[in-house]
């Protein structure tokens, strides 16, 4: 069983947190003052919408008019990214003239991180003032209906990451789930991505995302096997952030791009670099629809 000790609520549910998971598996203190404190030496404003960049869309960083760059070396406490095609930097600034915090590549449970330290970047940004989160990921797609090259609006996730009993929300963030919604990702925001998408002429898929946790691709019993379960995607992140960020109060969308389609019968090799690969070019998707709903 896990305990969790530390301020009653208010903001300070936010502050320095002890988790212990018992014998040889913690107690770990969990403070994310030492990474707000880094931050706000290089930057002073205030930001209501983030993105996290996946694999393959750190490019749109590039987009942003950035006051600040930090590299997530340089943040106490931030997992440092070690995955193909992440940077992990954290990119401050404004986008089409609105403030913006970009989270440029992310860190994987399949990295060695435990799943609270991989929730750490998410409570710097909901400390910073964000309210609104885009999550953005690579994902193989499990409906057949989807093509290579899709976007898929998260309209909600199983998780096969095996995190009962270790997500170590503190205790206000997990009443605030059930209480404040009945759902993790938006459905007002998911709405507007679909418009913006078919204002730019494409489909945006909306659909159930799998979270495993990797690294190895799936075999073929478990690609049919998730579909079964109701699965239009499978991937290897996201789940720890959005739980993260709604039990901080934000307003959630996940995107999803298919890097393959998975065809149990039929089945092909997937290759890190070519999900890097593919993901790249879905970006003007993924673009359009942030560009889009930062302008309201
Ligand atoms: N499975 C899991 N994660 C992925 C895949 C996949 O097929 N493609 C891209 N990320």
């Known amino acids: 069983m896990s305990k969790v000790q530390g301020p009653k609520s208010s903001a300070s549910d936010l502050g320095p947190w002890t988790l212990d998971f018992g014998p040889g598996r913690g107690p770990w203190t ?3 003052g030492p990474a707000l404190a880094a931050i706000r030496a290089r930057w002073s404003g205030q930001a209501p919408f983030a993105v996290i960049l996946g694999t393959g ?3 749109l960083a590039d987009d942003v008019d950035a006051k600040a760059i930090m590299s997530y070396r340089d943040i106490p406490g931030f997992p440092r990214s070690t995955a193909l095609a992440h940077k992990g930097r954290l990119v401050c ?4 003239g609105r403030p913006i915090i970009v989270l440029q590549g992310r860190c994987h449970l399949y990295e060695g991180y435990r799943v609270h330290e991989l929730c750490i970047p998410v409570r710097v940004l909901a400390s910073l003032g ?7 990921n690579a994902a193989g ?7 290579v090259g ?11 990451m095996g995190l009962p009993g270790l997500a170590p929300l503190p205790p206000i963030c997990r009443e605030r789930i059930p209480r404040a919604r009945t759902r993790l990702y938006d459905e007002g925001l998911i709405r507007r991505a679909i418009d913006l998408a078919s204002a730019s002429g494409f489909q945006l898929q909306c659909g159930v995302y799998v979270g495993v946790t990797g690294p ?3 075999t073929r019993a478990e690609y049919r096997a998730f579909r079964r379960i109701g699965g239009d995607c499978v991937g290897m992140s ?3 952030e959005v739980l993260t960020a709604a039990g901080c109060g934000m307003r959630v969308l996940g995107l999803s791009t298919v890097t393959n389609v998975a065809r149990p019968d039929a089945p092909e090799i997937v290759s890190a670099d070519e999900v890097a690969h593919v993901a790249a070019t879905t970006l003007p998707k993924v673009r359009q629809i942030v560009h889009g709903l930062i302008a309201g």
């Open 30 to 32: 969990l403070d994310i």
């Open 57 to 59: 869309l750190g490019e």
């Open 93 to 96: 600034g404004t986008l089409g």
């Open 130 to 136: 964000v309210q609104t989160l885009v999550v953005t």
């Open 141 to 147: 797609g499990l409906n057949p209906g989807y093509s």
């Open 150 to 160: 899709d976007v898929m609006a998260i309209d909600d996730h199983i998780c096969l």
């Open 216 to 218: 190895s691709y799936e």
């Open 238 to 240: 996201t789940v720890p």
